[in-house]
């Protein structure tokens, strides 16, 4: 007995923890980190899976990253729609303009929800970020479980908590979901691959620009409807659906969790709708579908526990949303819209102190 | 369960810590209840599928013991409507049902039965072959029953090779149980590279070529033909690496525990001749096909044109094993074809003449043969890959603009390197099942080292996560 037990202690189990520690050594440092993410491919070059885990790990590598000169930091998260909403360089040079040191993260990744603003609260232990600003969807309230995205964002505790375990995940989810979450090798193999394997055939390049956005031109595409309204069992159009009629949903609770974690750490957190164009709103997955108990259920749970939003509540940003050309697609903003937007956001922060200290 | 979910580790932990704890019956109990766990992590209602399917041949097995005659066969015939049955309802009831609705739509009847809807179980095609090969053996005479039911339930459902092969017989593994000993340090360390190699082919490989490969013919209208040949070739490499990796681990698994699995794949792409390639390619599968079906047909006994019927009889039943679908019907017909002719053209000039040519030449024929029947498997239905076929033959078709992605050289390199590592292994197949290349030859510390460093690269290297190809069998 003790035999067998030696063999598989020597030759299985203990090879498998020497192969996980290594990769912690090897990888989990700031310096490859940082290489990793300054060589990652674009967003268009890769599949989903990969795009997931290559944009939670260059938010990771931008946030492990000394805050220049001591300054504070502040950090939009939420879906692609911040990804390619935010202009960093647009908001952090209005604050230059007022002397402020404050730096910008985008830390937008895709088809985040607000369920799992919670399952990244590793990502907002730097002593530096002073402030998340929580840009949300029609859809970021919803329920379903996207199984793309559990190997790079997850957290088994607080998916416990916000009781999401039970509801959404399969067996074999929560196992995969906690090994990337232990396992650095696990969570970010899929972008270092990636990276070493554009390096090995001499295709690897510095990102051209640090954002998923193209900075360049971007064309104005007109919408014109679908025919057909998705089936209610379809991912996107139940979360729109529990998001607009759901009092308690998962993404619910996961904002409630979000700012219960932001307070203990002393983060600002402001929360607002990011802008989706009016002329989507009969798409197959909005259609016949009121958002104004979405924004009430919102502004219940943020009451006192947010800093203040009204320029970038809904009636504000309204016309961002009613203006088709700002956007590049049924989506996204592009790069005229962004700016615009950019500008609201960055001049409404800089009369919020409490993200500048 | 997959063995590449997290949970497996701990799964397969637990199965250690028993197989470590427990001697005799015992552990022949617990193996088998770890096995059914592995089973119901998939869907735990089919593990009274599995269940029932084994008390039935069991006890009908048990049965045949003293009887000739009509009773035996009678107990035959039992034990194969209902394997077949059970294959039929949860694997074809619903192609029949669509077939027969088209046929209706066509006579302006309109939808005439109502497709049931079955989930498939998982590997219901292996562990349905596998009891079929068990009763037939005993009905033949070829084997005595098992005793033990135990022993039985535990051949049906061993997990290191349930859900997607090899398909083990009977006469091999039963006797295997009274004897086995797991985790001796040999075959541990045998299996131990066994398991490595196979998780090198299915996540490093097959599962970075799967990005290439599936959105070529999910979409192949958006891409062009040299995409379709590129994803094609792929494709060729990923079913490979896929499946022998399986195979690879399941036989590295069953090593680790103190059996043997049957070789199932003999470097199947250096063949040269598509006889040699069956022999070669899931050989278990090839070898119960030619004892179970091939030869009772009467197999190459029977002049030339019986000989190419029966191949085309059983390579359609292959085809059709592997799904419920017209393409599947047709890559079996492919195969069917080109065996029948291979064994029609044996101690003709013709086949002379192949046989003298260039072996490199014979490789590549063979391998082509082979690469046009997968565009049949893989496509998603039969006009796609017909159509996908025709536009490489130079014909029109529905190829697109969309060139192959650049990214492609880094799966070409991938490429390069299962082809030398297909050569390089080619004469150690069997070896390391049996002792081992690296791990026996060196110190202690060099092993945990070695399997370490292994398993690091392993993961840090692997594709998006893919199912098996093969659980969809």
């Not at chain 2, 250690?16 to 209840?33: D, E, Q």
């Amino acid at each position: 007995m003790f035999g067998r037990a030696k063999v598989a202690g020597l030759y299985l189990f203990l090879p498998l923890v020497l192969a996980l520690m290594l990769g912690e050594v090897l990888l989990d440092n700031d310096r490859v980190m940082r290489i990793v993410a300054a060589y990652r491919p674009l967003a268009h070059e890769v599949t989903l899976p990969t795009n997931v885990v290559r944009q939670m790990q260059a938010v990771d590598a931008r946030l492990r990253e000394p805050a220049s000169n001591t300054a504070p930091r502040v950090a939009f998260i939420g879906s692609s729609s911040v990804v390619n909403g935010i202009d960093v360089d647009v908001i952090e040079s209005i604050w230059r303009a007022e002397g402020m040191k404050t730096e910008v993260v985008n830390a937008g990744m895709t088809g985040l929800v607000a369920y799992e603003l919670p399952l990244l609260k590793h990502l907002f232990g730097h002593e530096s970020l002073s402030c998340a600003v929580y840009l949300y969807n029609r859809f970021s309230f919803g329920d379903r479980f996207l199984g793309t995205v559990i190997g790079a964002r997850w957290n088994t505790v607080e998916m416990a908590r916000i009781g999401g375990l039970a509801r959404l995940a399969q067996p074999h989810h929560v196992s995969t979901g906690f090994t990337s979450e232990r396992f650095h090798v696990v969570r970010y193999g899929l972008i270092y691959r990636t990276v070493f394997a554009r390096a090995a055939l001499g295709v690897a390049r510095p990102v051209p620009y640090p954002y998923d956005f193209y900075p360049g031109s971007d064309v104005y595409l007109s919408y014109t409807g679908d025919p057909v309204q998705a089936s209610d069992t379809d991912w996107l159009r139940r979360a729109y659906v529990v998001s607009a009629q759901a009092g308690d949903s998962l993404g619910y609770r996961g904002l409630d969790r979000f700012l219960d974690i932001a307070a203990e750490r002393g983060i600002g957190v402001l929360v607002a709708p990011v802008p989706e164009p009016d002329l989507t709103r009969d798409n197959r997955y909005r259609r016949g579908l009121s958002f104004a108990q979405m924004d009430t259920r919102v502004a219940q749970i943020t009451e006192g526990r947010v800093l203040s939003d009204e320029s970038l509540a809904r009636a504000a940003i309204a016309p961002l949303e009613a203006n088709a050309r700002l956007f590049r697609d049924p989506t996204h903003l592009n790069r005229e819209g962004r700016s615009l937007y950019s500008v609201r956001l960055a001049e409404h922060l800089l009369r919020l102190p409490e993200c500048h200290s | 369960m997959s063995f590449l979910d997290a949970l497996f580790f701990p799964f397969l932990a637990m199965v250690l810590v028993a197989v470590v704890c427990v001697t005799g019956r015992a552990r022949v109990i617990a193996l088998t209840v770890f096995s059914y766990l592995f089973y119901a992590a998939a869907f735990p209602p089919y593990v009274f599928l599995l269940l029932g399917s084994s008390c039935l041949d069991y006890v009908l097995a048990r049965g045949m013991r003293g009887k000739r005659g009509w009773t035996r066969r009678s107990l035959l015939l039992i034990s194969l409507t209902s394997n077949l049955g059970l294959l039929a309802t949860f694997k074809y009831a619903d192609f029949l049902a669509t077939q027969i609705n088209t046929l209706g739509e066509a006579a302006g009847l309109g939808a005439l039965v109502q497709a049931p809807g079955f989930l498939l179980p998982v590997g219901i095609s292996f562990y349905t072959f596998q009891t079929l090969s068990y009763t037939i053996d005993v009905y033949r005479g070829q084997m005595r029953p098992a005793r033990d039911p135990w022993d039985f339930f535990l051949y049906v459902s061993f997990f290191p090779q349930l859900v997607a092969g090899p398909i083990i017989r009977a006469s091999h593994f039963l006797p295997q149980i009274k004897a086995h000993r797991p985790l001796v340090e040999a075959g541990t360390l045998a299996g131990i590279e066994l398991i490595l190699i196979g998780f090198f082919k299915k996540a490093v490989i097959a599962d970075n070529l799967a990005p290439f490969v599936d959105p070529v013919f999910n979409a192949p209208q958006a891409y062009s033909v040299g995409a379709y040949y590129l994803a094609t070739i792929f494709f060729s490499v990923q079913i490979y690496c896929d499946f022998s990796g399986y195979s690879d681990i399941a036989r590295g698994l069953a090593r680790v525990l103190g059996f043997h699995v049957p070789l199932n794949f003999r470097a199947p792409y250096l063949s040269g001749s598509i006889i040699t390639f069956w022999r070669r390619w899931h050989i278990s599968l090839s070898l119960w096909l030619r004892d179970y079906l091939y030869i009772p047909l009467g197999g190459n006994r029977r002049g030339r044109w019986r000989t190419l019927i029966n191949a085309l009889i059983t390579w359609i039943l292959g085809g059709l094993w592997h799904g419920a679908a017209w393409q599947f019907i047709v890559w079996g017909l492919w195969h069917g074809l080109l065996v029948g002719v291979a064994q029609t053209l044996r101690g003709t000039r013709t086949g002379g003449m192949y046989r003298r040519m260039f072996f490199p030449a014979q490789v590549l024929l063979t391998f082509v043969l082979v690469t046009i029947g997968w565009v049949f498997f893989r496509a998603p239905d039969l006009t796609t890959g017909v159509t996908m076929l025709g536009a490489m033959a130079g014909l029109p078709g529905i190829s697109g603009p969309q060139p192959a992605d650049p990214l492609a050289l880094y799966a070409l390199a991938l490429l390069g390197v299962v082809a030398m590592c297909h050569v390089a292994l080619y004469r150690q197949l069997d070896r390391i099942e049996a002792q081992g290349l690296v791990l026996q030859r060196v110190s202690v510390p060099a092993r945990i080292g070695l399997i370490s460093l292994s398993t690091f690269i392993i993961i840090l290297f692997s594709g998006p996560t893919q199912t098996f190809i093969y659980f969809q069998f």
